[in-house]
């Protein structure tokens, strides 16, 4: 055969394309090259100068957090009525299903680096509704580490390497999470066993941040959202995570795989907790502080959905390290909350994204939503999606759109007035403690869990300097005397020189 017949992205893999260059052009061998006898390679060689060029331009840049990952496509079914709450098409009718990408990963380790790390892990789902894409761009733990957006980077720069010795560095690690001591909830969770899941489908996921459900009437309450797993939870020990991070540092993203391969579908149950803007004034808890939960206890959890991964991607690159989720990707009916870590992330997602795919990622038919239209963004680097042809860049009076009303003026909430404030979500205090104190009894109820906890914790602080370490056993026992004590005595004994 002399050419193909058709684009070479309806290939299959397996079929016996014709090989050319990228223009097209048949190649007769995909090793020969053009030389003077046995002398000089020729510039007129395009197949070995468009093969060298492309390669030298494969990579680009990874996430700066959540660089390693794996992912997969599914469904999602509602199986609980929500239309009292929230006017979002999604969740609007029992048995309705919406497709979906999945991307689960760690956050602090390079591409390359092990997936059993102690690390919180990432949990994303981009849905292709019927009125854009909604990203839900969770974690596997209910709380995070920082309720100020500042302290992302900072935070962040002290869980990856030192800018010396390119090494994880024990003392700056608790430098700055014992000068921070709202994040001791999450500290208790991230050194528990869950800090170490065995596979990605052994974890819940949680939207940590506190959501609004709208109404076209402009009622809306807040919601926060739980994804359990139907698998059940199932952890490794610290000892057994490094073991395997040595012997297979790719096992959750094969386990995924291998999994959907099989035709053993991994799923989650959706639940979502409500209070109402009332509710949200007497509750005990700041509903937009990042490092509390809504305890069960007072908040119950209310059915909504269950989703389930049923396919792999075809190509990694392609559909997982290509596909863009963002906080900020919303839909009629669900709107963030004034929590301002919530807000910065608003920000910071579309805004990496355009730096890591560039500006048309959203055109990558991966991120494509079903029904897009906005011919007023025009252009750009890569602009694959015809660029909307003939339709006019601006508000034509000739070729008007059609324009959707939005919601009425929203409620009493959402009518802020105030002065300019520079200042800290909140000094740390008593309060910060006593969630932290809970879940430390709840370890408790495991045979075990405690004890795991205190070494965990041990193995890793033991690496830092003698001050950081001395804050830290302070930070603990600010949760718990007995628990301070514990860890104190357990570093030390694991402290050389
Ligand atoms: C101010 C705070 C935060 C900032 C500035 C921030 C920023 C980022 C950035 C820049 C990325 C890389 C995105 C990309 O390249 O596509 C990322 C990934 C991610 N972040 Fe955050 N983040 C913050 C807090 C959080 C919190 C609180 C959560 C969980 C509730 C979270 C969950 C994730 C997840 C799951 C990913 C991976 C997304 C994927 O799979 O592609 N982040 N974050």
Redesign the pocket.
């Known amino acids: 055969m002399a050419s193909n017949t058709k684009p070479a992205s309806t290939f299959r893999y397996g079929e016996k394309p014709v090989y050319t260059t990228s223009n097209g052009c048949p190649v007769e061998s995909p090793q020969k090259f053009q030389r003077i006898s046995n002398g000089p390679v020729l510039l007129q060689d395009f197949h070995l100068l468009d093969l060298l060029a492309h390669f030298d331009r494969e990579r680009i840049p990874e ?4 660089a390693k ?1 794996a992912g997969a496509y599914g469904e999602f079914e509602v199986t609980h009525d929500v239309s009292d709450l929230t006017s979002v098409d999604m969740l609007n009718g029992v048995g309705k299903k919406t497709p979906l990408v999945a ?1 689960f ?1 760690t956050v602090g380790g390079e591409k390359g680096s092990a997936d059993t790390a102690r690390d919180p892990r ?3 789902l981009k849905f292709y509704t019927q009125e854009g894409n909604w990203d839900w ?3 596997n733990t209910p709380v ?1 580490f920082i309720r100020d ?1 500042t302290n ?1 980077p900072v935070f962040i720069h002290t869980q990856k390497r030192n800018p010396q010795t390119n090494l994880k560095d024990a003392t700056m690690f608790w430098d700055y999470l014992s000068t921070h001591q709202e994040s001791v909830h999450q500290v208790m969770t991230l050194f528990s066993d869950r800090g170490t899941p065995y596979s990605y489908r052994h974890m819940h996921g949680y939207s ?2 506190t959501h609004k459900f709208t109404k076209p009437d402009g009622s809306f309450v807040y919601v926060q959202t739980h994804l359990r797993t139907d698998q059940g939870i199932k952890t490794f020990t610290n000892e057994e995570a490094g073991k395997m991070a040595a012997e297979n540092p790719d096992w959750n993203t094969q386990d995924l795989f291998e999994a959907i391969q099989r035709g053993e579908y991994p799923s989650w149950s959706v639940f979502i907790q409500v209070l109402t803007p009332e509710q949200a004034e007497k509750f005990r808890w700041n509903i937009f502080d ?1 490092t509390k939960v809504w305890p069960q206890a007072e908040v119950p959890l209310r059915p909504v959905g269950k989703f389930t991964l049923n396919r792999n991607p075809e190509n990694y690159f392609a559909e997982i390290e290509q ?3 963002s906080p900020s990707h919303l839909v009629p009916g669900v709107e963030p909350s004034a929590d301002p ?1 919530l807000q ?2 608003l920000f ?2 579309p805004d ?2 355009r730096h ?1 795919l560039g500006v048309n990622y959203q055109q990558i038919p991966v991120n494509a939503p079903l029904n897009a239209f906005n011919p007023f963004q025009r252009d750009g680097a890569m602009a694959v999606n015809g660029n909307y042809g003939a339709n006019p860049g601006y508000p034509s009076s000739y070729h008007p759109l059609t324009y959707k009303p939005v919601s009425p003026a929203l409620a009493a909430h959402e009518q802020w007035a105030g002065s300019v404030v520079n200042a800290v979500f909140a000094e740390v205090g008593p309060a910060d403690y006593v969630q932290a104190a809970a879940l430390w009894q709840v370890l408790g109820r495991t045979p075990g869990q405690q004890d795991n906890f205190v070494h965990n914790v041990a193995v890793h602080l033991c690496g830092a300097h003698v001050d950081t370490r001395e804050r830290t056993y302070g930070m603990f026992a600010n949760v718990d005397a007995g628990l301070g004590a514990r860890i104190r005595e357990e570093t030390e004994k694991n402290v050389k020189n």
């Open positions: 996430r700066v957090v959540h990952g991307r990963s990432g949990f994303s761009v969770y974690n995070f957006p992302f940590r941040h990042l596909v863009a989720f870590v910065g992330r910071s997602y990496t994204q890591r």
